[in-house]
T-cell receptor, first 115, second 115 residues
Framework: EAQVTQNPRYLITVTGKKLTVTCSQN?????MSWYRQDPGLGLRQIYY???????DKGDVPEGYKVSRKEKRNFPLILESPSPNQTSLYFC??????????????FGPGTRLTVT | AQKVTQAQTEISVVEKEDVTLDCVYE???????LFWYKQPPSGELVFLIR??????QNEISGRYSWNFQKSTSSFNFTITASQVVDSAVYFC????????????FGAGTRLFVKA
């Protein structure tokens, strides 16, 4: 089954404790992306990647890191989480922009609470 | 700069009514992509449609139709004969060549369909 998986689905942590949210897709997609969703703000892109070893900042990259060492995986790293990073996070993947398959498939979401 | 505006925060209709969700976008690129996604109460994000900037043909899929007008920078979504299952948050999104296909989402429109 074609899918994007995220782990964990729920996470409560404390300020300053490094954490990683994993994202994996099994569709051989080039494009992967992380978003955060906050009430009234829609989804805001944090980072995206057009392919292995290629990453770019989205609109809200501060406080986050990503890496793309393998095509299928795109982990999101919070080196020192703060309460303003409490949010619902989505990972997404798609074929390369410009192809007929450029439509993003989303993971189930990770609800993160930082206290 | 890219921008997507969904001016309608919430819309409430009675079942079988037609409803149109507005989306206005801004971009300087001539090549760009527009999307609609649905987020039902269960929280997942579901792709509905993609439109390329060079294809202004309107599209109909069952009860759903989309009106793309470059002259007014709008990509509106109409649900005909709405049903309770259409209750969801609907997001419009834009991706263009500027900065390598970063994706910008609107704030979303929450649609309530009452029986």
């Amino acid at each position: 089954e074609a899918q994007v998986t995220q782990n964990p689905r729920y996470l409560i942590t404390v300020t300053g404790k490094k954490l990683t949210v994993t994202c994996s897709q099994n569709m051989n997609h080039e494009y992967m992306s992380w978003y955060r969703q906050d009430p009234g703000l829609g989804l805001r892109q944090i980072y995206y990647s057009m392919n292995v070893e290629v990453t770019d900042k989205g609109d809200v990259p501060e406080g986050y890191k990503v890496s793309r060492k393998e095509k299928r995986n795109f982990p999101l790293i919070l080196e020192s989480p703060s309460p303003n990073q409490t949010s619902l996070y989505f990972c997404a993947s798609s074929l390369h922009p410009g192809t007929s398959g450029y439509e993003q498939y989303f993971g189930p979401g990770t609800r993160l609470t930082v206290t | 700069a890219q921008k997507v505006t969904q001016a309608q925060t919430e819309i409430s209709v009675v079942e079988k009514e037609d409803v149109t969700l507005d989306c206005v976008y801004e971009t300087r690129d001539t090549t760009y992509y527009l999307f609609w996604y649905k987020q039902p109460p269960s929280g997942e994000l579901v792709f509905l449609i993609r439109r390329n900037s060079f294809d202004e043909q309107n599209e109909i899929s069952g009860r759903y139709s989309w009106n793309f007008q470059k002259s007014t920078s709008s990509f509106n979504f109409t649900i005909t004969a709405s049903q309770v299952v259409d209750s969801a948050v609907y997001f419009c999104a834009l991706s263009d060549n500027t900065g390598g296909f970063k994706t910008i989402f609107g704030a979303g429109t929450r649609l309530f369909v009452k029986a």
